[in-house]
């Protein structure tokens, strides 16, 4: 008996320093995964959980380094996005960008790097051969055209217009040149259902973010450049 009460005499102290120790730790591992989601928080878009500017900036240039030749920068502007928030109300608005976002996310896949860069302008970088850029963009714009159907039963008709860029397209690696000369593209194709591909030419639009349409030589799909 005195063997058994002196056994447990021993681990009694033992188990409660342990328990002791333990709460700071508990209370330490509460704090960081609150910091984890803050941290979360901040990178991401909190309507349509895309990532926000900076982080897509960062994730974008690494895929870029690591896919060379091969990796496609998308750039989506919503069309007549103004009327839908005009027409409808702010909150048929955020519905269609959060749309915009789950159908992004779920066409690049979760090795490419997809942005909110703002209003209604996206960005995507993901390694995309050319053997399937053209019928991969084209699947993208029939799933930016699909419909929307909001909680109570109405159908909001949508749109969007899409251009790429390649390094072998464009004649860079930089992603701001790739962004500029996709952006471009994107206003030469705006409101004709097809994904435009950018040239060199491109890439040299001096007005602001590359937004300057008719330019010529334009290669779209679909129809003769």
């Known amino acids: 008996m005195d063997s058994v009460l002196h056994t447990r005499g021993r681990i009694g102290p033992r188990i409660l320093l342990i328990t002791t120790a333990a ?36 994730r974008a ?5 690591r896919h060379g030749d091969t990796a496609t920068v998308v750039m989506v502007d919503a069309d007549k996005f103004k009327a839908i928030n005009d027409g409808l ?87 701001s040149v790739l962004q500029r000369a996709a952006d471009a593209a994107l206003y030469d194709g705006k409101h004709t259902g097809r994904p435009v591909l950018a040239t060199a030419e491109h890439a040299a639009v001096p007005s602001l973010n590359g937004r300057r349409a008719g330019r010529p030589g334009t290669a779209v799909w679909g129809r003769a450049a």
């Open 23 to 58: 709460l700071p730790l508990t209370g330490w591992a509460i704090h960081a995964v609150a910091l984890h989601k803050q941290l979360a928080a901040t990178r991401r878009d909190p309507l349509t959980g895309l990532l926000r500017r900076d982080t897509y900036t960062a």
């Open 61 to 65: 240039r690494r895929l870029l380094a």
């Open 89 to 175: 109300g702010h909150a048929v608005g955020d519905t269609v960008l959060a749309a915009f976002g789950t159908r992004l996310t779920a066409w690049a896949g979760p090795r490419a790097t997809v942005g909110r860069l703002g209003g209604d302008e996206f960005a995507l970088v993901l390694d995309l051969p050319a053997d399937r850029r053209v019928q991969r963009l084209e699947q993208l714009v029939r799933m930016l055209h699909t419909p929307i159907v909001l909680d109570d039963g109405r159908v909001v008709d949508v749109a969007a217009s899409v251009g790429a860029a390649t390094p072998a397209s464009v004649g860079s690696r930089d992603l």
